[in-house]
Each structure stands twice: as structure tokens, then as C-alpha cells.
């Protein structure tokens, strides 16, 4: 077929079904996998137990091809600190805080009462780089719900 590095070929066809898993958390094996391998938390955290399937191995395999990031529509639903979502930053999460806070969810820092970034507040909390980042995401004037790219 061409392919000159057949482990990447694999490596990429494993992530795309890990990219069905995210998308796709409805689907009977979507519901199968998680309630064996990450009832708790989201595929891209799951790791592999010893009784691990060879299968569900080599698709956390294709995990290391994959990168994911939250695309913000409402806010509501994304974490700061947990979630990807910062473009053009190497781990696209914060690199850290300049001081501690109880915010979690990217709606808290929009100004109040309107759908734009809280300039002060994202200085106060970030880095210099990750706020200069964050102040150019551009957000949405709709209410739409926030996606994963």
C-alpha cells in the first residue's frame, strides 16, 4: 500500500479509535470500555490495569497520537486546570498559578454579565505567556455547548 512506517500507520489508526471513544461516549462499546476501564474519569486519562485486554492496550497505545483540545463555546463545562484548551501552548493547560484560587471552570473567568475574558483576573492567575494566550482565544457569542477538537 506505500506505507513507509507501518508502527505509525498503526499507532494513527489506534488514536482514531480512541478519537471514537471521546466522541462518541454513547456507542455500545464506547459504554463497554469505559464500565471496564475508566468508569470514572475520560478515556484520555484511562491507563491499562494487569488485566488489561491486548486490545484495549494497543488503543491506549494510539493515545500518544492524539491531542485534544476543548473548543469553548459556553465555558460551562471546561476545567482551567484539567481540560486542554489553551492553543499554541506545549501541554495547551495552564503551566501554573501565581496564586491559588477556587475558580475551576473557564465560565468563572469571563466578566460577569457578558461573554468576554476578565483581563485582570487572567493576569492575576496565570503566567504571563498562558494569559497572553488566553486573552486572544476568541470566544463565541453563542449558546452553544462546548466541543472537543
Given amino acids: 500500500m506505500g506505507f513507509r512506517e507501518m508502527h505509525l ?3 494513527e489508526l489506534l488514536g482514531k479509535q480512541g478519537w471514537r471513544l471521546i466522541t462518541n461516549p454513547n456507542s455500545l462499546w ?18 491499562a490495569p494487569l488485566t ?5 492496550r494497543a488503543i491506549l497505545a494510539g493515545q500518544t497520537v492524539l491531542e485534544v ?22 501541554t495547551m493547560w495552564p503551566m501554573g498559578r501565581l496564586k491559588e484560587t477556587d475558580k475551576e471552570l473557564l ?19 496565570f503566567l504571563a505567556p498562558d494569559a497572553n494566550r488566553i486573552m ?3 470566544l463565541r457569542h453563542s449558546s452553544g455547548e462546548d466541543s472537543i477538537a
Fill in 52 to 56: 488489561a485486554s491486548e486490545t484495549w
Fill in 107 to 125: 465560565s468563572e473567568l469571563l466578566t460577569q454579565g457578558t461573554h468576554q475574558w476578565d483581563e485582570g483576573l487572567i493576569h492575576s492567575l
Fill in 136 to 138: 486572544q482565544i476568541p
Fill in 9 to 11: 500507520f498503526n499507532l
Fill in 30 to 47: 464506547a459504554q463497554v470500555l469505559r464500565g471496564r476501564y475508566y468508569p470514572n474519569g475520560e478515556f484520555m486519562d484511562a491507563g
Fill in 69 to 90: 483540545i476543548n473548543r469553548v463555546e459556553s465555558s460551562d463545562t471546561v476545567s482551567i486546570w484539567r481540560d486542554n484548551w489553551i492553543p499554541g501552548s506545549r
